[in-house]
């Protein structure tokens, strides 16, 4: 965040002495004035939401620049709005959730710490543009921390700033269509009894695919393979363009010590038929207390309230009695089998 904030302030004090008010930000509607007002307003709003942990709505309050206040004010406001959010994003526990409209109604720090980020670096580009200052190019890694957290349904491109620009309708990729309307997304969240299903963003699942733990804290002895296969599926469909976030990996998070104890998810979207196929796996020290179980009930329930949606299916290998229980307690049933594979259903 400070990083954002820094490169911000740095790119628009280069325009500071240029009029604001009389000048459009870029295609937007805005002077370069109130676009400078409205970073420092989603940069406190974000903080406020976070620290007050508000869980239905905004907090209502905001802030206004003081009438006398020059561009250098706009400024100081934006930083001190950044270090406010920037304070908040690193005290609040990491499985705090508070409210933000799209598309789930919540997002945690990781979240906050990516829409702030986003509205920094989109809005100093669009005053810069606006002002005809050279043109902004940030750090490509803050606008890659952006898609990666945030943009998870946007194929990567070559370039983080220029795919980041082009899925918010503020510039052009070769081979796509120009992007009207766009929208960021949280990852997905589901709760159950004990556990918390959180959406594995494409950064997250990057890093549990080559060893690494995915910004989870994890009983012992961490990831099973499993774990780590699903999440280099993930990536991989990040990577081609197909990832839809609720469609996709889940780590279950134990509520009462903000464990992570293994992962869920759904090989893909649902297909034609309103066919989805679900998998699991959990980490060897947290087998045996019914989370598996626990956790596809949720999920494959969630799957069949889904408009479209029929038929939730299981591949379990023959051997693996353990996770053949743990479908039939959730109320699957043996429809076929393929050699050493067994196909259970659930059905809506």
């Given at each position: 965040?400070?990083?954002?904030?820094?490169?911000?302030?740095?790119?628009?004090?280069?325009?500071?002495?240029?009029d604001?008010e009389?000048?459009r930000?870029?295609?937007?509607?805005?002077?370069?004035?109130?676009?400078?007002?409205?970073?420092?307003s989603?940069?406190?709003?974000?903080?406020?939401?976070?620290?007050?942990?508000?869980?239905?709505?905004?907090?209502?309050?905001?802030i206004?620049?003081?009438?006398?206040?020059?561009?250098?004010?706009?400024?100081?406001?934006?930083?001190?709005?950044?270090?406010?959010?920037?304070a908040?994003?690193?005290?609040?526990?990491?499985?705090?959730?508070?409210?933000?409209?799209?598309?789930?109604?919540?997002?945690?720090?990781?979240?906050?710490a990516?829409?702030?980020?986003?509205?920094?670096?989109?809005?100093?580009?669009?005053?810069?543009?606006?002002?005809?200052?050279?043109?902004?190019?940030?750090?490509?890694?803050?606008a890659?921390?952006v898609?990666t957290?945030?943009?998870?349904?946007?194929?990567?491109?070559?370039?983080?700033?220029?795919?980041?620009?082009?899925?918010?309708?503020?510039?052009d990729?070769?081979?796509?269509?120009?992007?009207?309307?766009?929208?960021?997304?949280?990852?997905?969240?589901?709760?159950?009894?004990?556990?918390?299903?959180?959406?594995?963003?494409?950064?997250?699942?990057?890093?549990?695919?080559v060893?690494?733990?995915?910004?989870?804290?994890?009983?012992?002895?961490?990831?099973?393979?499993?774990?780590?296969?699903g999440?280099?599926?993930?990536?991989?469909?990040?990577?081609?363009?197909?990832?839809?976030?609720?469609?996709s990996?889940?780590?279950?998070?134990?509520?009462e010590?903000?464990?992570?104890?293994?992962?869920?998810?759904?090989?893909?979207a649902?297909?034609?038929?309103?066919?989805?196929?679900?998998?699991?796996?959990?980490?060897?020290?947290?087998?045996?207390?019914?989370?598996?179980?626990?956790?596809?009930?949720?999920?494959?329930g969630w799957?069949?309230?889904?408009?479209?949606?029929?038929?939730?299916?299981?591949?379990?290998?023959?051997?693996?009695?353990?996770?053949?229980?743990?479908?039939?307690?959730?109320?699957f049933?043996?429809?076929?089998?393929?050699?050493?594979?067994?196909?259970?259903?659930?059905?809506?």
């Amino acid at each position: 965040m400070e990083e954002a904030v820094a490169d911000c302030v740095a790119a628009l004090g280069a325009v500071a002495d240029r009029d604001w008010e009389g000048v459009r930000a870029g295609r937007l509607e805005w002077s370069c004035r109130r676009t400078a007002a409205h970073i420092a307003s989603d940069l406190i709003a974000y903080a406020g939401q976070l620290a007050g942990r508000a869980q239905d709505a905004y907090v209502p309050f905001d802030i206004t620049l003081d009438q006398d206040a020059g561009n250098a004010g706009a400024l100081e406001t934006i930083t001190t709005a950044g270090a406010l959010l920037a304070a908040a994003i690193r005290t609040t526990p990491r499985a705090v959730r508070a409210f933000h409209p799209y598309p789930f109604r919540h997002a945690n720090r990781e979240g906050f710490a990516a829409m702030g980020v986003a509205e920094v670096l989109l809005h100093t580009h669009d005053v810069v543009e606006g002002l005809g200052g050279t043109p902004y190019e940030p750090p490509a890694a803050l606008a890659s921390f952006v898609l990666t957290r945030i943009f998870p349904q946007v194929r990567p491109g070559p370039d983080p700033w220029r795919t980041l620009l082009w899925a918010t309708g503020r510039g052009d990729l070769p081979g796509r269509e120009p992007v009207t309307t766009w929208r960021w997304c949280n990852n997905p969240v589901l709760r159950t009894g004990r556990l918390t299903l959180e959406g594995v963003t494409p950064a997250a699942a990057a890093d549990l695919a080559v060893g690494g733990e995915g910004g989870f804290a994890w009983v012992d002895p961490g990831p099973f393979e499993g774990t780590r296969e699903g999440a280099g599926i993930t990536v991989k469909q990040y990577e081609e363009g197909l990832l839809r976030p609720e469609w996709s990996m889940y780590a279950l998070v134990r509520r009462e010590d903000d464990r992570a104890v293994g992962a869920m998810g759904f090989h893909g979207a649902p297909d034609d038929d309103g066919r989805v196929e679900i998998g699991y796996d959990l980490s060897e020290g947290a087998r045996g207390r019914g989370y598996a179980t626990e956790a596809l009930r949720a999920l494959s329930g969630w799957a069949l309230e889904q408009d479209g949606v029929r038929t939730v299916v299981a591949t379990v290998e023959r051997e693996n009695t353990p996770s053949q229980n743990v479908v039939a307690r959730a109320g699957f049933t043996r429809v076929s089998e393929d050699g050493s594979l067994l196909v259970y259903a659930l059905r809506g």
